[in-house]
């Protein structure tokens, strides 16, 4: 069970997230929406990074699966939401899988080389594939998801609270992994591989199946990016998205799995917020992330964690 104040705390932040967006403007409504989907994509990467021990490069690839699934899908074959989800699930499931099987035979900065490689191919089929995602171009005019409702999803604020749904759901599902005794050994194998062998755990499946869950969520960001975007293109899938995504878990604090997500609401922030005043926003944000580094070394929620505690957060020192 949670603390009774980690209860309260998170009972005010969805009261907050439900009552705030009649009274935010349509640009401030467009920034909270697309929080929430990287939200759901950082917090997919922190299965992996934060509680498994796994930086990956390639994460993005998973956002543009699911993105391109709905795009192709949607235009050329009038497919509705439940196919589409469906198909954006189905292949980021399939695809994580075999790049688990390629990755994982490494470690360190080697898996971290890898899944940088992995994602550039998915990068290269989105430029070269021309005939299925319109290469540079990009596929343009996905319409909105017609499920049936008394209200529209084309609509700003219907949408956003569709967008919260789906990030409920992919937090309560990731809630539900890392909390069960298979959540619990990944942590184990974090900490010692080969503890936790010596005790009769599978190291490598537990983590395979780990990446392929992050992967398959991953997916579902890149299902909710297309509906809301509304176009697809090479840029979703390629490193400086990746990149981002891993700011959004260091800056949050990883194995947090909130922590992401409040990480990616900083960055969307920083990024679009700071880049109309200044075109040295990448400058900012870099600040911001040395900062938090360098001086709450477990990120945001670790800070907040060790003052609620009233223990000073320790300074990343150097160990020469």
Do not use: C
């Amino acid at each position: 069970m949670l603390p009774r104040h980690r209860v309260i705390g998170l009972g005010i932040m969805l009261l907050l997230l439900l009552v705030a967006p009649p009274f935010l403007s349509s640009f401030l409504l467009t920034l909270l929406t697309q929080a929430l989907i990287y939200g759901i994509l950082a917090m997919s990467l922190d299965l992996i990074l934060g509680y498994t021990g796994l930086a990956s490069l390639g994460h993005a690839a998973y956002l543009g699966l699911g993105a391109y699934s709905v795009g192709v899908l949607t235009t050329r074959h009038g497919a509705n939401f439940w196919v589409t989800l469906a198909v954006g699930l189905l292949l980021a499931a399939v695809v994580a899988a075999v790049f688990g099987l390629v990755a994982l035979r490494a470690t360190g900065v080697y898996f971290l080389m890898i899944t940088l490689a992995l994602g550039m191919v998915i990068w290269g089929l989105a430029h070269r594939w021309v005939s299925m995602t319109q290469g540079d171009i990009g596929i343009s005019g996905v319409p909105r998801p017609d499920l049936g409702l008394p209200w529209s999803l084309a609509k700003g604020i219907p949408f956003y609270y569709f967008s919260l749904a789906g990030f409920l759901l992919a937090l309560w599902v990731l809630w539900v992994v890392v909390r069960s005794p298979f959540g619990q050994s990944l942590v184990g194998i974090r900490e010692s591989e080969s503890r936790m062998r010596t005790l009769g755990y599978h190291v490598w499946l537990h983590k395979y199946i780990g990446f392929i869950i992050a992967g398959t969520v991953g997916g579902f960001s890149g299902v909710l990016w297309g509906y809301y975007n509304g176009f697809v293109s090479p840029a979703d899938v390629e490193l400086a998205t990746s990149v981002e995504i891993l700011l959004m878990v260091a800056l949050g604090g990883r194995a947090t799995l909130l922590g992401p997500a409040l990480g990616a609401g900083v960055i969307v922030l920083l990024k679009n917020l700071v880049s109309v005043y200044t075109h040295r926003w990448l400058l900012i944000l870099g600040a911001v992330y040395i900062g938090t580094i360098v001086y709450a070394p477990e990120g945001i929620v670790g800070a907040v964690r060790q003052f609620a505690k009233g223990v000073k957060p320790e300074p990343l020192r150097s160990k020469a």
